[in-house]
């Protein structure tokens, strides 16, 4: 046998040989012991039990063994061996038990055990009969022992018993025989079957890549094709490009419904006695509702066993659409020329007119409804020949050079202009040509009449405006030179400013040494430090000098700073200030003049912690100017609040805002002017030098920030300093 028959019959083999076969094996031999209880002894009959079983258990856990092996048709050979093993030693235990039935006296239960072993091997040997040789195998192993003994004992009835015996295992091997060669023959038609099936597939196979292959041809084709039948006009098939061009979803079968059909004039047209002429138009509506225009070919042929035609349509549909479009677009172009100004043309490649609106035909002296196909040169001899000479026009045209200059300009055709008077219209114009893509040339003749105008009166007005130039740079002389005068003055004014200031600052210093001295002394004087003068009355004047010194030492020092910042020489030192301790020292100065004033002092709450960018002592004298102004010019009973507001940037906002006499705006302007002083009768009242505001000014500007002030007479005043944010690190 052939290792792919030899793994085909194990294959049978397990299938035929089930557990349910074994278990029915077990349950005979245990039989066979209840039987054979009162002839055998209970050691002999457990043990021919025990080893049934274990021989059983080796058979299932070999088949399972077999069933799960992937390599098992490879490794056919071996599980023949292994098969053979353990049904030989199944036989062996057979032949073992049968030879001990053999040996006891001949009574019915012997008798009947012996018959149920010799089922037992007919089961086994028919059940494996699909490998014959283990059949067999099984059965002389099973039956040779008991025959052997039964000759051995020279008894003729164990002889005829033995001969018995052959025969039923004669008779076995034909059945197993019988059986392997039915199996044989059922897998060869199986095999065969399923070659055939194979087969078959195979060529069904073949006939569908074939047919794929014909469609995807047909699909692929640069056209559409249909095959129509000859009865109903139905489609029978229809290609890509055909149920594109129908709206037909898929292809239609013969025996199935149609999804396109066609309509009795193409049908006549298709299977008439004529076949459609290719050069045919003819409109046809598609399924999806939309009409073409398409030209036909069709051949007859037989398909699926019905008359049919292949027609092969030609779409010319987006063709007769161009073709509609370029008849629009011819008759847009001639309604355009027809409403242009402007004469136009257009010359083929041969020169000779293809189209031209009215402007071009009567300026040419050509008929509109023959200018068609006339020559450029003919169309320039007319243009001469239709205008009076150049004697009677009463100008210097020389038509010969005009003519010459017309058809070089009309060959060169690259837009350069030609400019001439018409004589019979009395206006100018201007002719340029242009090379079309096609070869030919585009004529443009436009009227430049107000133009020319334009240009004489633009000539004039440069002229015009040479003059006024002239005239001007006479100005500019006169301006220059009053500019160098201005700019000297400014100069002058600027030194003499800055000797102002420096006179001040050095007047200042030489007065603030006596100065010094004259309030020591009127101070020591006005406290009796070296004892009462005894006089009263020289009290009174020592503590006059020593208020007038302050007030004059003040004075100087506002001087001095203001000077400081004009000369460019005050220093910053900015800091974080605490806006809660500035308010704090400010409102210990000011609180004694408040009070003499009788005027209410209050700072607005502010955020906890708040601090603003500055040079402290500047802030603090600047915030002190604005706080004894708004104490000192507010009537009694007023009030006079300040704050500060912290802007998300860093800045911040300090304002100050009484309820004073107020400032018009010519008052405020005087105000911010060094030593400028206001009409009012309480500021007349108070003593002051008017340097407060422009100091402030100066050194909040100093800071990089900005005073304003808001005033009205009557209502009060309200000064804000806008301090910067610090500078990024």
């Given at each position: 046998m ?47 039990v ?51 039935l ?61 001969g ?79 149920g ?148 009677a ?12 200059t ?19 219209s009395?206006r ?29 009166e ?73 004892g009462?003068?005894?006089v ?12 007038a ?39 210990t ?15 607005e ?30 009537p ?36 911010l ?57």
């Amino acid at each position: 046998m052939t290792p792919e028959a030899v793994a085909r019959c194990n294959e049978l083999l397990v299938r035929v040989r089930r557990p349910l076969d074994m278990a029915a094996q077990f349950v005979a031999a245990v039989a066979v012991a209840v039987l054979l209880a009162d002839y055998l002894p209970l050691s002999l009959r457990g043990g021919y039990v025990a080893v049934t079983g274990i021989t059983l258990l080796l058979q299932l856990l070999c088949h399972r063994r077999f069933v799960a092996d992937r390599e098992r048709r490879r490794r056919a050979m071996v599980w023949l061996g292994r098969f053979i093993a353990v049904y030989a030693l199944n036989g062996l235990i057979f032949g073992a038990m049968l030879a001990v039935l053999a040996a006891l006296p001949h009574q019915p239960v012997p008798l009947l055990a012996l018959m149920i072993v010799v089922g037992m091997v007919t089961s086994v040997s028919l059940t494996i009969a699909v490998h014959v040789g283990l059949s067999i195998v099984v059965i002389f192993i099973a039956v040779l022992p008991g025959v052997a003994l039964l000759v051995s004992t020279s008894s003729r009835e164990n002889i005829l018993l033995a001969g018995v015996g052959l025969l039923a295992a004669g008779l076995l091997v034909t059945f197993a025989w019988r059986l392997y060669r039915y199996y044989s023959r059922s897998s060869e038609l199986v095999a065969r079957l399923r070659r055939m099936l194979q087969d078959r597939t195979r060529m069904s196979a073949d006939a569908e890549e074939a047919q794929r292959r014909l469609q995807s041809i047909l699909d692929t084709a640069p056209f559409p094709i249909v095959v129509a039948r000859r009865s109903d006009g139905a489609f029978l098939y229809s290609n890509r490009l055909a149920g594109e061009l129908f709206g037909i979803s898929g292809r239609a079968l013969p025996a199935g419904k149609p999804r396109y059909v066609l309509d009795p004039e193409h049908h006549a047209r298709v299977f008439g006695a004529t076949p459609p002429q290719p050069g045919v138009e003819m409109q046809i509506a598609t399924a999806a509702g939309r009409t073409i225009w398409a030209t036909m070919a069709a051949v007859p042929m037989q398909y699926a066993g019905d008359d049919a035609a292949l027609v092969v349509v030609n779409d010319i549909t987006e063709r007769k659409e161009s073709e509609e479009r370029l008849r629009e677009a011819e008759q847009r172009l001639s309604d355009a020329l027809a409403l242009a100004p402007d004469g136009v043309a257009l010359y083929d490649e041969n020169e000779r007119l293809v189209i031209c609106n009215k402007s071009y035909a009567d300026i040419t002296c050509v008929p509109l409804d023959r200018a068609a196909g006339v020559s450029h040169d003919e169309i320039c001899a007319r243009a001469v020949g239709g205008r009076p000479s150049a004697a009677a026009a009463g100008v210097h045209t020389d038509y010969d050079e005009w003519v010459a200059t017309r058809r070089r300009t009309f060959k060169a055709a690259q837009g350069e202009p030609h400019i001439f008077f018409d004589t019979r219209s009395r206006r100018w114009q201007q002719i340029r040509d242009f090379r079309l893509s096609s070869g030919g040339t585009a004529s443009l003749i436009t009227d430049i009449t107000a133009l020319k105008r334009q240009e004489r009166e633009l000539r004039e007005a440069n002229e015009n405006l040479a003059h006024q130039a002239e005239m001007l740079a006479a100005r500019t002389e006169t301006l220059e030179a009053a500019r160098k005068t201005a700019i000297k003055a400014l100069q002058e004014a600027e030194f003499a400013n800055r000797a102002k200031s420096q006179f001040l600052a050095h007047m200042s210093h030489e007065l603030r040494t006596p100065l010094n001295a004259i309030n020591g002394f009127s101070e020591i004087m006005a406290l009796q430090l070296m004892g009462p003068s005894g006089v009263p009355q020289y009290d009174r004047y020592a503590q006059d000098i020593l208020t007038a010194g302050k007030h004059l030492l003040s004075v100087i020092d506002d001087i001095l700073d203001l000077s400081k910042v004009e000369a460019g020489k005050m220093r910053l030192m900015p800091e974080a200030v605490s806006w809660q301790r500035l308010a704090d020292q400010c409102v210990t100065l000011l609180r004694p003049l408040a009070a003499d004033r009788m005027v209410t002092l209050t700072v607005e709450p502010a955020e906890e912690g708040a601090t603003f960018y500055a040079d402290e002592r500047l802030a603090k004298q600047m915030l002190v100017n604005l706080l004894s102004n708004g104490v000192k010019y507010t009537p009694s009973g007023g009030a006079v609040q300040f704050g500060i507001a912290l802007v998300p940037d860093g800045s911040a906002v300090v304002s100050v805002q009484d309820t004073g006499v107020g400032m018009t705006e010519a008052d405020l302007a005087k105000a911010l002017e060094p030593f400028g002083r206001i009409d009012s009768a309480l500021v007349s009242q108070m003593n002051g030098t008017g340097l407060g505001l422009p100091l402030v000014k100066a050194l909040i500007e100093l800071h990089g920030g900005r005073l304003e002030i808001t005033s009205n007479p009557g209502q009060g005043t309200c000064a804000r300093l806008y301090f910067p944010a610090p500078p990024a690190l």
